[in-house]
């Protein structure tokens, strides 16, 4: 069974940085592209960005274009998502999926596409 778990959520100010971390376990990492997602009160759980599972491909959302930065090691297991430039509208809970029906290079943006999802680390960006 496939595990997620996503840390280096927390409160920061606008303008700041935050690295998150999703390490996975139960199959082989390099076997699933990979997302993230975001969900703030009330609202919809939407995209942030994706990536392939090799990582020669990647996927981002307009509102996180030029600020936020996907990567992953898949010798570690592990995906990163570098935010800078944070506003208060980025506060969420983000949650990393995998797919794992993916062919080399493709991302996906939608929720549906993903089989297995991580618990979610908060991220609070105070004005």
């Known amino acids: 069974q496939v595990q997620l778990v996503e840390s280096g959520g927390g409160l920061v100010q606008a303008g700041g940085s935050l690295k998150l971390s999703c390490a996975a376990s139960?199959?082989?990492?390099?076997?699933?592209?990979m997302g993230w997602f975001r969900q703030a009160p009330g609202k919809e759980r939407e995209f942030v960005a994706a990536?392939?599972?090799?990582?020669?491909?990647?996927r981002y959302a307009d509102s996180v274009k030029g600020r936020f930065t996907i990567s992953r090691d898949n010798a570690r297991n592990t995906l990163y998502v570098q935010m800078n430039s944070l506003k208060p509208e980025d506060t969420a809970v983000y949650y990393c999926?995998?797919?794992?029906?993916?062919?080399?290079?493709?991302?996906?943006?939608?929720?549906?596409?993903?089989?297995?999802w991580g618990q979610g680390t908060q991220v609070t960006v105070s004005s």
């Open positions: 139960g199959r082989t990492f390099s076997g699933a592209a």
């Open positions: 999926a995998a797919n794992y029906r993916s062919s080399s290079y493709q991302t996906y943006g939608s929720v549906r596409d993903y089989d297995y």
């Open positions: 990536i392939s599972r090799g990582g020669a491909t990647t």
